[in-house]
T-cell receptor, first 114, second 112 residues
Framework: AQSVTQLGSHVSVSEGALVLLRCNYS??????LFWYVQYPNQGLQLLLK??????LVKGINGFEAEFKKSETSFHLTKPSAHMSDAAEYFC????????????FGGGTRLMVKP | EAQVTQNPRYLITVTGKKLTVTCSQN?????MSWYRQDPGLGLRQIYY???????DKGDVPEGYKVSRKEKRNFPLILESPSPNQTSLYFC???????????FGSGTRLTVV
């Protein structure tokens, strides 16, 4: 079964600093990959997705992620953190032959210090 | 507005009293799914549906039922709720596996 690991349940950065949230998956065949953001008391919002085109994927709010097959990784980055980026971020994967099963990582709570 | 609508947003119930959480989407999506979110465990898939009358178990289906009689609706049924089903529940829908899901706002369920 597919598994997703997000390294670091909590990440703290200063406003204006680089944001790096890590995600590794277990599948040997590149799956569909997603990053979602959850603001307090809200549902999940899709930030970006990788489906098999460009390995560097740009999403909303200035976020981007790079798919690295050799490292089975899909880390999320943003060059300069803003206070409004404080939220919980989830990496998710879906195997291409697994119907619509979507497996989530445990989530990373991003805190942004002024 | 394209959206997934869940009701109710908050529910407190007693052990053993059957309940249904409704989910409706207005995007003509084929795929629909239910998740529960628990602290430290992230989101876990309960059931999913690839089309009308087609449903399948996710990672944690025990104690839950679903039905997909119409494309837009995908209710989650707890026949005999127990305290370990206290959680935050999300319904989601998708047009295609590779496009990602659109999530509802969530239902916070407490079973006492």
């Amino acid at each position: 079964a597919q598994s997703v690991t997000q390294l670091g349940s909590h990440v703290s950065v200063s406003e204006g600093a680089l944001v790096l949230l890590r995600c590794n998956y277990s599948s040997s065949v590149p799956p569909y990959l997603f990053w979602y953001v959850q603001y307090p008391n809200q549902g999940l919002q899709l930030l970006l997705k990788y489906t098999s085109a460009a390995t560097l994927v740009k999403g909303i709010n200035g976020f981007e992620a790079e798919f690295k097959k050799s490292e089975t990784s899909f880390h999320l980055t943003k060059p300069s953190a803003h206070m409004s980026d404080a939220a919980e971020y989830f990496c998710a994967v879906s195997d291409r032959d697994a119907g619509n099963m979507l497996t989530f990582g445990g989530g990373t709570r991003l805190m942004v210090k002024p | 507005e394209a959206q997934v609508t869940q009701n109710p947003r908050y529910l407190i119930t007693v052990t053993g009293k059957k309940l249904t959480v409704t989910c409706s989407q207005n995007m003509n999506h084929e795929y629909m799914s239910w998740y529960r979110q628990d602290p430290g465990l992230g989101l876990r898939q309960i059931y999913y549906s690839m089309n009308v009358e087609v449903t399948d178990k996710g990672d944690v289906p025990e104690g839950y039922k679903v039905s997909r009689k119409e494309k837009r609706n995908f209710p989650l049924i707890l026949e005999s709720p127990s305290p370990n089903q206290t959680s935050l529940y999300f319904c989601a829908s998708s047009l295609h596996q590779g496009l990602g899901y659109t999530f509802g706002s969530g239902t916070r369920l407490t079973v006492v």
